[in-house]
RNA sequence: GCCGGAGUGGCGGAAUUGGCAUACGCGAUCGACUCAAAAUCGAUUGCCCUUGCGGGCUUGUGGGUUCGAGUCCCACCUCCGGCACCA
């Protein structure tokens, strides 16, 4: 007998794997593929490597390759394969810092994660792997842009935009978190540039209606995305100033509140602003406080319980439903970005309104009858936000205001004053970056043509060597002359590339349909692969991409579809988001030196245990906290098993059971008694246990249980089976089907100790079923309530009808004791789990 | 404020359809093995009362439905996550 030595069994199976490439699947029409065989894509997020990977990376990856593997074992034919996510600020910070190119920083990190990846044994098809700043690779995000472009869902303008100082670069509206920058924390500022963006907004309703498309994804993802996309119904209302004759559209979703307008409010970037106060005396007034509201951070401005602000303009305008005239303002209140960046203010219906009106002594006007009972308001109770009859509304008074909405919009349609509307939180992705580790973005800039794209055929621009990767406000490609300067690709002539690189959420839109085919030099990927593999069957990552890589994953997938070169509309068919591992209760960090290293436990108890603990933590989509106890409680079981199929091997017969289609041997077990026929059932129990609880999702933890007890009671029978050919054979099976059902957690232990009882390879076989007739026994415990008490378990025939098990329940002097003096007033006869007398 | 999720032993967690609450693991206690320790194997381990037999209580709180509720309904409390001056 040996001790557990994960480490030499690990490196045996891997070696394996990786000569025989073991989990390497062809597409359709390459020699190996089987149509038979139906399809499943398992993907995990690709990882950003920075570094080594971390407990995160290990949790992610023994999640998805459990699935894999099950799936695999299940008949599928599984595409498994993984890529490095490589282009992005840390590494490129890291080369400001000390010198060393983005590239090289990047591709010792993409050594060590993939060799760790290969002692984790995660069953990857490596002839698919990808790194996004290779130039086989991003020149086709280049071409994924310019098919963008060429389509209109592309376009450069001049916009306020999310800057941060400390990085010099704009950021998308989804990488502010709080004002501050998602990457450094710095507090961004607004500044206007000329920037690429992608046209997003166009396919906000084809996000939110696909959602139904999807199989299954975490309720709370949806709504997350749904809340990001922001759609609101309403109406667009014009109302017009006279004084300088124009027009000021608002965007309401409360068009029956529009008696109750009594001033009116524009957003410090309104472009009217200028032309409105030119010339007044409110100009210098209102001069003053844009600037000061231009000079705050975007977090100042939004802090919660900020005071109102804001200026008048002496303007007026016509308050289209009763000709009055209501007074103009400029206020911070008012946001430029959304609806038009003006607003007619009801202070009666809306509390920021009311807030406003109260600070600047301005009338406020009940135009709905009601009092919100838990925030009572002023003393007529205004604010009132809910509905109920309308009043001061002329020929709408008395109506209620839902029943009236759409009558409202219908007569201001008439009036010509007003439409339907929908709004959308959601803005358009801007793309374009002032870095230099990035894509570089497939543009021209010519003196005669304008901008011009880089034509298919030269793709792609590749990413110069530069010396100083630190941003002066451009981009540091910008100081790189000889490859700024080239020539218009229209007209030949003098001209510049954009300096400007793709946001490195353009690279991850779409790799994962680049996996599937992804050596071909004429296409970003053949239709005919796409077509096979996707949708990604089980996509899998941290829920911190809820928002970001998995709504733009969804536009880009779906503009793909709409030119042509896709079939699905989604990319993900289902999702799953693991949790995050705290130590200590807290979120791992360097700073507060509580960080988890994988290869420090891989090297001490082997990648089994480590995967197989993470697994069996707690349900994976929750979060859990490292322990070191349960580390070592996992390893201890793993070493159990191992320990008990030295045993079995060395005292049962070898011939005693052969494998999961040994007939004989199978029919033996059904056919035997007691604790032969326990162990073996016991099996049945577990297979039947593990499959169920893998087909429902993500039980990892209760699979894990399941062989746990499964080895308990090998362990608690194993002295009285040896020799006997029934019991060896029950032995022999049990430890097999431990091996086998813990395989996808722990695959070089499964494949081992499989081995070492069957002589075969355990991925090479099926998942194992259960057997009917083995989940069933002549017997059946029956719990016995009174009054719904527990007072005794009896053992019952399982055939035994109502009758016989009442009997058998009154005979219990447990029972008896119970019913003494009493009547029986009911009783309840649940079939082969129990009996319920109801005395008095 | 809005949206989403969760409250079960000392701890992580389990409990398919309303039917044995606390599976499995950790921790703890005791025993076997050992000169001893580690490792291993075995037993016990929700709380309270009781020498024992046994009894009572228990899934955040309060109510309800039911023969029977961790599970369903109503009200509330607490914690976690996301969004938030979005008209």
Redo the contacts with the bound molecule.
Sequence with gaps: MSGYEPKSIESRWQAVWAEEGTWEVPNPGEPGFDAAKPKAYVCEMLPYPSGEPHVGHLKCYAVGDAIAHFRRRQGFQVVHPMGYDAFGLPAENNAIKTGEPPRVATERSIESFRRQFQEWGVSIDWSREIATHKPEYYRWTQWIFLQLFEHGLAYRTEAPVQWCPKDATVLANEQV??GRCERCGTEVIQKNLEQWFFRITDYADRLLEDFDALESWP??VI??QR??I?R?E?AEVVFRNTEVDLDFPV????PDTLFGATFFVL?PEHPQLEKLVAGTPAKAAVREYVDRVGRESVEE????D?E?TGVPLGRSVVNPVNGEEIPMFVA????????T?A??A?PGH?S?DY?FAKKFDLPVRRVIEGVDPEAPGDADGLPFTGDGPMVNSGRFDGRNNRDAYAAMIEWLKEEGRGETAV?Y?LRDWLLSRQRYWGAPIPIVYCDECGTVPVPEDQLPVELPEIEDYAPHGRSPLAAATDWVTTECPKCGGAARRETDTMDTFVDSSWYYIRYLDPHNAEAPFSKEAAAYWMPVDQYIGG?EHA?LHLMYARFVVKALADLGHLAVPEPFANLFTQGMITRDGAKMSKSRGNTVSPAEYVERYGADTSRTYVC????PE?G??W?D??V???N??L??LW?LCDEVVERTAADAWAGDDDAPAAGRLAAGEGDARALAAKAHWSID?AT??FE?GF?F??V??AV??LV?DA??LKDGLYGDPTGDAALRFATATAASLIFPFAPHLGAEVYERLTGERVWERPWPVADAAMLVSDTV?I?V?V?????D?IEAPAAAGQDAVLTLAKDSD?VA??LDGKQIV?E?F?PG??V?L?VR
């Design positions: 978190i709080d309720e709370h709504t997350m809340n990001w922001g609101s309403g965007f309401t979703t409360r957003a401005r939004g802090a919660e900020r109102k911070d209140y008012v946001l430029m970005e959304y609806g960046g607003i007619m009801v809306d920021r807030d709004n939180r829920v928002i069996f933590m707690g349900p929750r859990g906290d322990s106890e349960g070592e409680g996992v201890r079981f070493a159990r320990r246990k169920h609880d429902r039980q933890n209760t894990i249980a746990m007890e308990n362990y608690r415990e719990v309530q009054n719904g008490k527990l007072r378990r447990k004791r119970h009911k309840i649940v789990k129990l319920n109801v």
